[in-house]
């Protein structure tokens, strides 16, 4: 069991950037892959970065390849998305997700145990 709580969130102009924060509770972290998603009005929610137990390695959707960064300090217990060139099609509500059974190699939703609250990113041109 994890609780997951995003926050960085908020309005950008396109080019600019953002960090998002997700804090997360317990003890065993470390035990679980973390992913981002994100969903827009009327869409499906889309995958976005995730990011192995230790922070070896990473996956990235290609919308967002080059110019996202997801990074995790595990000492902290908290995961990270550094979001740059922010494009007007970012515009969603960001969610955390963990998995404790899963990898970082899986892009779908259901694959994830637990979820934040979700926070808004919107980028205006």
């Known amino acids: 069991q994890v609780q997951l709580v995003e926050s960085g969130g908020g309005m950008v102009q396109a080019g600019g950037s953002l960090r998002l924060s997700c804090a997360a509770s317990g003890r065993t972290f470390s035990a679980y892959a973390m992913a981002w998603f994100r969903q827009a009005p009327g869409k499906e929610r889309e995958f976005v970065a995730a990011?192995?137990?230790?922070?070896?390695?990473?996956n990235y959707a290609d919308s967002v390849k080059g110019r996202f960064t997801i990074s995790r300090d595990n000492a902290k217990n908290t995961v990270y998305l550094q979001m740059n060139s922010l494009k007007p099609e970012d515009t969603a509500v960001y969610y955390c997700?963990?998995?404790?059974?899963?990898?970082?190699?899986?892009?779908?939703?259901?694959?994830?145990?637990?979820w934040g609250q979700g926070t808004q990113v919107t980028v205006s041109s």
């Open positions: 997700a963990a998995t404790a059974g899963g990898s970082y190699q899986h892009t779908q939703a259901p694959r994830y145990d637990y």
């Open positions: 990011v192995s137990r230790s922070g070896g390695s990473t």
